[in-house]
């Protein structure tokens, strides 16, 4: 099978978690080829490099979205109509909230861009800045978007054309090719498998662990933008979301709270399929397997030092953990700097702000640390320590997460935003209690085998650590459980298995192709071997419950029905034709006597199922002909007789004579 693999600020750039699960499901699945087709996210990402990819992957496609893309194109006037009502479409489909209208200008964009190149010169224009301005007065706009000026035209229409730099790619048409093509997330990363679907009828997979539209909704509630340029965009992204959930032919949410994001945006429950990310179980195996590893007055932070981490509501909840429990510590594991709110889990989309925002945030908790906790010393001549540290991942007091975790018994999340918790699950496989918000999935992720209390309440995060460390015993039965239940549900090896599910259910169940070559599975590949594949080479040809001079009702027999069958088709081989020639017809249909299964699954190009048994049998008869050409050997009685014993030869002789 070929898979189409596409993706937007990751696999094989990224060293994230956006990297590690498309890797991971690359090179577990490697009886299959793929395809990848990435855009790139800035210039420090490509000059970083690519990982190392397997042998099985056969193509490698990248493109940038943050480079200048100007082509040198111009449309004559016959093209530069068409492009005027295809984005006047585009545009009044987003400030009108009319999805309609929005997909037709989408479609009608990447038609024209197909057959001219390019869309880049086209869509940075005087005509579509005035198209967009005009639905931006229209009456069923928006009132911040009725009040853009031209500096917000000119911004949105600049972010419109790196967004839709995609139509301009080649890429779907080589994607035509391919069995299965698989986004592994979704806006911009989708569009090229959205047209391949339009264009070729090419089955489309979309797989979100972090929903793109409300990362999207995040990063730009921390950008310091116009009014009317949010609302625009917010709008394009919840038009393209709504589009691609409606043409996807199957979704995989990586938890609960991205599957209810994807049905508010119109996504069929018939469609929806919850695959939970995988993560290598081995590296926390020694961790796990140790229950007394680990200091038991301990608080363990790890994460990205974010302020949608809510580290500073932590301190606080410490200071009344520490009033209540003197020996307790809280250690702080900074896995890397934020750059803003966004989602937590693989596939998030990027986070909004500034590369300063973070470091300042972890300057500001540095700062309240050390004003909540002053450095204590048994004397004045003493130095004392602080109970909060500071601390880095890859060191060599803690070169790994692993260690990291299992410096303590208790494992502590305070985010207030939330996607698919990483940290929570990777605590969970070192058996660690652990205490966190109500946020996102983190609820679905732990079950039952953790604490869980609201977020913004540091009183509450305080009580719940306090419990736990006073209590080590319920702490090793909750970590044990999590870890029973993290091998369960968030292993590679079930992520892997999910999605090779997903590809076969979609290559055996994918619609037709438009060029004409039909649904996949639909001619089975028994109906090209010659001999009955289900009958055993030992089984006598009489030995059902017909007999060999009397053919089953339904089902043409002996040369003079079927002349293009050869003289061997009568019993035996002439059962070829019967997977692709329309359902059984009963026991009688097999001259074993055993009902063959395989018959009734497909349809075959000449049946007709509303025919009764007369009619069966006719069509059968016309039918196999043109299937008996398919054999692969031009003459399918000596094949036979090289694979029957000499027993089914002899039976065989006895059952021709006695028909004569």
Same mark, same amino acid.
């Given at each position: 099978?070929?898979?189409?693999? /596409?993706?937007?600020?990751?696999?094989?750039?990224?060293?994230?978690?956006?990297?590690?699960?498309?890797?991971?499901?690359?090179?577990?699945?490697?009886?299959?080829?793929?395809?990848?087709?990435?855009?790139?996210?800035?210039?420090?990402?490509?000059?970083?490099?690519?990982?190392?990819?397997?042998?099985?992957?056969?193509?490698?496609?990248?493109?940038?979205?943050?480079? @200048?893309?100007?082509?040198?194109?111009?449309?004559?006037?016959?093209?530069?109509?068409?492009?005027?009502?295809?984005?006047?479409?585009?545009?009044?489909?987003?400030?009108?909230?009319?999805?309609?209208?929005? =997909?037709?200008?989408?479609?009608?964009?990447? =038609?024209?861009? &197909? +057959?001219?190149?390019?869309?880049?010169?086209?869509?940075?224009?005087?005509?579509?800045?005035?198209?967009?301005?005009?639905?931006?007065?229209?009456?069923?706009?928006?009132?911040?978007?009725?009040?853009?000026?031209?500096?917000?035209?000119?911004?949105?229409?600049?972010?419109?054309?790196?967004?839709?730099?995609?139509?301009?790619?080649?890429?779907?048409?080589?994607?035509?090719?391919?069995?299965?093509?698989?986004?592994?997330?979704?806006?911009?990363?989708?569009? $090229?498998?959205?047209?391949?679907?339009?264009?070729?009828?090419?089955?489309?997979?979309?797989?979100?662990?972090?929903?793109?539209?409300?990362?999207?909704?995040?990063?730009? &509630?921390?950008?310091?933008?116009?009014?009317?340029?949010?609302?625009? /965009?917010?709008?394009?992204?919840?038009?393209?979301?709504? +589009?691609?959930?409606?043409?996807?032919?199957?979704?995989?949410?990586?938890?609960?709270?991205?599957?209810?994001?994807?049905?508010?945006?119109?996504?069929?429950?018939?469609?929806?399929?919850?695959?939970? $990310?995988?993560?290598?179980?081995?590296?926390?195996?020694?961790?796990?397997?140790?229950?007394?590893?680990?200091?038991?007055?301990?608080?363990?932070?790890?994460?990205?030092?974010?302020?949608?981490?809510?580290?500073?509501?932590?301190?606080?909840?410490?200071?009344?953990?520490?009033?209540?429990? $003197?020996?307790?510590?809280?250690?702080?594991?900074?896995?890397?700097?934020?750059?803003?709110?966004?989602?937590? #889990?693989?596939?998030?989309?990027?986070? #909004?702000?500034?590369?300063?925002?973070?470091?300042?945030?972890?300057?500001?908790?540095?700062?309240?640390?050390?004003?909540?906790?002053?450095?204590? =010393?048994?004397?004045?001549?003493?130095?004392?320590?602080?109970?909060?540290?500071?601390?880095?991942?890859? #060191?060599?007091?803690?070169?790994?997460?692993?260690?990291?975790?299992?410096?303590?018994?208790?494992?502590? /999340?305070?985010?207030?935003?939330?996607?698919?918790?990483?940290? /929570?699950?990777?605590?969970?496989?070192?058996?660690?209690?652990?205490?966190?918000?109500?946020?996102?999935?983190?609820?679905?992720?732990?079950?039952?085998?953790?604490?869980?209390?609201? @977020?913004?309440?540091?009183?509450?995060?305080?009580?719940?650590?306090?419990?736990?460390?006073?209590?080590?015993?319920?702490?090793?039965?909750?970590?044990?459980?999590?870890?029973?239940?993290?091998?369960?549900?968030?292993?590679?090896?079930?992520?892997?298995?999910?999605?090779?599910?997903?590809?076969?259910?979609?290559?055996?169940?994918?619609?037709?192709?438009?060029?004409?070559?039909?649904?996949?599975?639909?001619?089975? $590949?028994?109906?090209?071997?010659?001999?009955?594949?289900?009958?055993?080479?030992?089984?006598?040809?009489?030995?059902?419950?017909?007999?060999?001079?009397?053919?089953? +009702?339904?089902?043409?027999?002996?040369?003079?029905?079927?002349?293009?069958?050869?003289?061997?088709?009568?019993?035996?081989?002439?059962?070829?034709?019967?997977?692709? #020639?329309?359902?059984?017809?009963?026991?009688? =249909?097999?001259?074993?006597?055993?009902?063959?299964?395989?018959?009734?699954?497909? @349809?075959?190009?000449?049946?007709?199922?509303?025919?009764?048994?007369?009619?069966?049998?006719?069509?059968?008869?016309?039918?196999?002909?043109?299937?008996?050409?398919?054999?692969?050997?031009?003459?399918?009685?000596?094949?036979?007789?090289?694979?029957?014993?000499?027993?089914?030869?002899?039976?065989?002789?006895?059952?021709?004579?006695? &028909?004569?």
């Amino acid at each position: 099978m070929r898979i189409g693999l /596409l993706t937007e600020g990751g696999y094989p750039y990224a060293t994230g978690e956006a990297r590690l699960w498309c890797d991971r499901l690359v090179r577990g699945l490697p009886q299959h080829e793929f395809e990848l087709y990435a855009l790139s996210r800035s210039a420090e990402q490509e000059e970083r490099g690519r990982v190392p990819l397997p042998s099985h992957v056969t193509r490698v496609r990248t493109a940038p979205l943050w480079a @200048p893309a100007d082509d040198g194109r111009s449309y004559r006037r016959r093209e530069r109509r068409r492009f005027a009502a295809a984005f006047t479409e585009l545009v009044r489909g987003i400030c009108g909230a009319d999805p309609v209208r929005f =997909a037709d200008g989408l479609y009608g964009l990447a =038609a024209l861009a &197909s +057959e001219q190149g390019g869309l880049y010169a086209a869509l940075r224009s005087e005509t579509a800045v005035r198209a967009v301005e005009s639905a931006c007065r229209a009456p069923e706009a928006s009132r911040e978007v009725q009040r853009a000026q031209v500096a917000d035209l000119l911004e949105f229409v600049d972010e419109l054309e790196r967004m839709l730099r995609p139509l301009s790619l080649d890429w779907y048409e080589e994607l035509s090719e391919v069995d299965v093509c698989h986004a592994a997330a979704g806006g911009v990363a989708a569009l $090229p498998g959205l047209l391949a679907k339009r264009f070729f009828g090419v089955p489309l997979l979309v797989t979100e662990y972090g929903v793109q539209l409300r990362a999207h909704y995040l990063a730009q &509630s921390a950008r310091d933008e116009r009014p009317a340029v949010r609302a625009l /965009l917010a709008a394009f992204h919840t038009r393209l979301a709504g +589009e691609i959930y409606a043409q996807a032919d199957l979704l995989t949410p990586g938890n609960a709270h991205a599957r209810r994001w994807q049905e508010r945006c119109g996504a069929s429950r018939e469609r929806l399929r919850t695959v939970y $990310p995988g993560m290598e179980a081995d590296r926390f195996a020694a961790v796990g397997e140790d229950p007394a590893c680990g200091d038991p007055h301990t608080l363990v932070w790890v994460g990205r030092v974010d302020p949608a981490k809510d580290l500073i509501a932590l301190l606080h909840a410490f200071a009344e953990v520490r009033r209540a429990e $003197p020996r307790a510590r809280l250690r702080i594991f900074a896995t890397s700097v934020g750059t803003g709110p966004g989602g937590a #889990g693989p596939g998030a989309g990027p986070g #909004g702000g500034h590369h300063e925002v973070g470091h300042g945030y972890l300057a500001d908790c540095r700062s309240l640390a050390a004003q909540l906790f002053p450095d204590e =010393a048994a004397d004045a001549h003493a130095v004392g320590e602080n109970p909060v540290t500071f601390e880095e991942i890859g #060191g060599p007091d803690v070169p790994s997460p692993a260690h990291a975790y299992g410096s303590g018994r208790v494992v502590v /999340l305070s985010s207030v935003i939330e996607g698919f918790p990483i940290t /929570l699950a990777e605590a969970m496989f070192c058996g660690r209690a652990t205490v966190s918000t109500d946020v996102g999935a983190v609820v679905e992720v732990i079950g039952g085998t953790g604490l869980v209390v609201p @977020p913004r309440n540091p009183r509450a995060l305080a009580e719940a650590c306090v419990t736990l460390l006073r209590d080590p015993e319920r702490a090793q039965r909750l970590g044990s459980a999590a870890r029973a239940r993290a091998l369960e549900l968030f292993t590679v090896e079930q992520n892997v298995a999910a999605f090779q599910d997903a590809y076969l259910r979609l290559l055996a169940h994918g619609p037709a192709r438009p060029d004409g070559a039909g649904v996949p599975f639909e001619q089975p $590949p028994e109906a090209r071997v010659p001999g009955h594949w289900a009958t055993p080479t030992w089984a006598a040809p009489h030995s059902g419950s017909v007999p060999p001079s009397a053919p089953s +009702e339904g089902r043409a027999a002996g040369p003079a029905s079927d002349p293009a069958a050869g003289p061997a088709s009568a019993p035996v081989s002439g059962q070829v034709d019967a997977p692709a #020639g329309g359902a059984a017809a009963g026991p009688q =249909a097999d001259v074993t006597g055993a009902p063959d299964p395989g018959r009734a699954a497909v @349809p075959g190009p000449g049946s007709a199922p509303d025919a009764g048994p007369a009619g069966h049998g006719a069509g059968r008869a016309a039918d196999r002909a043109p299937h008996a050409d398919q054999v692969s050997h031009p003459d399918p009685a000596p094949y036979a007789d090289r694979v029957m014993v000499p027993a089914a030869r002899a039976a065989r002789a006895a059952g021709s004579e006695a &028909s004569a």
